[in-house]
């Protein structure tokens, strides 16, 4: 999936960040992401994924990419974001996109290089193993103690893409995805 979106966004940038801009789920996010499709991307015949991994997997390249030397001390500056504030006339799928990207941002300022060092690393590798071992008391501290969540590794490595990117945006004054977040 990482190397299908580091096709797309090597083709298609700008439609990337657009459709990075969307609600996750969205009417307008699914028609975005179905015309990132791309033949020449592909390395088989066909391809079928979620829309959720591959945004993250965009998100992923994304901080990959423009990110590999970013002052991870930025991230301190830059005010929390309003999530309770954002979820106000939501469904409750759509809460819940809301909480992980809560979710994503507690755990990024909680452990900001646990979390660079995750999604810099290798998928599959024993440096990413690491991490993630690492990582997952972190994630615990960030859920409400009645709660409980589990992620596979490719869920947990997109949340902190995803977080990282939008916090390195802020830091550097751009406009991320939905505004403030």
Request: aromatic share 8%; net charge negative; proline share 3%.
């Amino acid at each position: 999936m990482r190397s299908f979106a580091k096709c797309v966004i090597g083709v298609s940038r700008q439609r990337v960040i657009d459709y990075l801009d969307t609600f996750p789920g969205s009417k307008e996010a699914l028609e975005l992401a179905n015309g990132l499709s791309r033949d020449d991307c592909l390395v088989a015949a066909e391809l079928r994924f979620s829309e959720e991994l591959f945004r993250w997997s965009l998100y992923d390249e994304l901080y990959n990419s423009n990110f590999r030397n970013h002052d991870l001390a930025a991230i301190a500056d830059i005010p929390e974001t309003d999530f309770v504030g954002m979820t106000k006339g939501l469904n409750a799928e759509q809460y819940q996109v809301v909480a992980i990207w809560q979710l994503g941002e507690c755990t990024v300022r909680a452990a900001p290089k646990v979390s660079q060092t995750l999604v810099w690393s290798p998928i599959g590798s024993d440096s990413e193993a690491a991490a993630i071992q690492e990582i997952v008391p972190i994630v615990s501290g960030c859920v409400n103690k009645d709660n409980e969540i589990k992620f596979s590794k490719a869920v947990l490595r997109g949340v902190m893409a995803e977080a990282l990117y939008k916090l390195a945006m802020k830091a550097n004054g751009a406009a991320t995805a939905r505004g403030s977040n």
